[in-house]
Nanobody, 115 residues
Framework: QVQLVESGGGLVQAGGSLRLSCVAS????????MGWYRQAPGKQRELVAT???????NYADSVKGRFTISRDNAKNTVYLQMNSLKPEDTAVYYC?????????WGQGTQVTVSS
């Protein structure tokens, strides 16, 4: 059974940086599409960024130029480097993995940006 475990969240001041990590276990092959979503209180979960096995990336307009997604297929790990953080980036961040037959979610990690 595939499990995704996030780490790296926390409290940071506006303008600061955080790096999130997500390790996938329970799979013998890398998951084709990995990504990060976030959900702020009272709002719907939204896409932040995705990355394919080959390294092709996609970002939400709100994070372009500030966030960078990357992955290490050998370690089954995906990262989200978040720079120039803003209070509106405050949310629970979820790791996501997708195959044709299934979607997987992590338990989420809280990111809080103070003004």
């Amino acid at each position: 059974q595939v499990q995704l475990v996030e780490s790296g969240g926390g409290l940071v001041q506006a303008g600061g940086s955080l790096r999130l990590s997500c390790v996938a276990s329970g799979t013998s092959s890398s998951i084709p599409l990995m990504g990060w979503y976030r959900q702020a209180p009272g709002k719907q979960r939204e896409l932040v960024a995705t990355i394919t096995n080959g390294g092709n990336t996609n970002y939400a307009d709100s994070v372009k130029g500030r966030f960078t997604i990357s992955r290490d297929n050998a370690k089954n790990t995906v990262y989200l480097q978040m720079n120039s953080l803003k209070p509106e980036d405050t949310a629970v961040y979820y790791c996501n993995g997708r195959r044709i037959s299934a979607w997987y979610w992590g338990q989420g990690t809280q990111v809080t940006v103070s003004s």
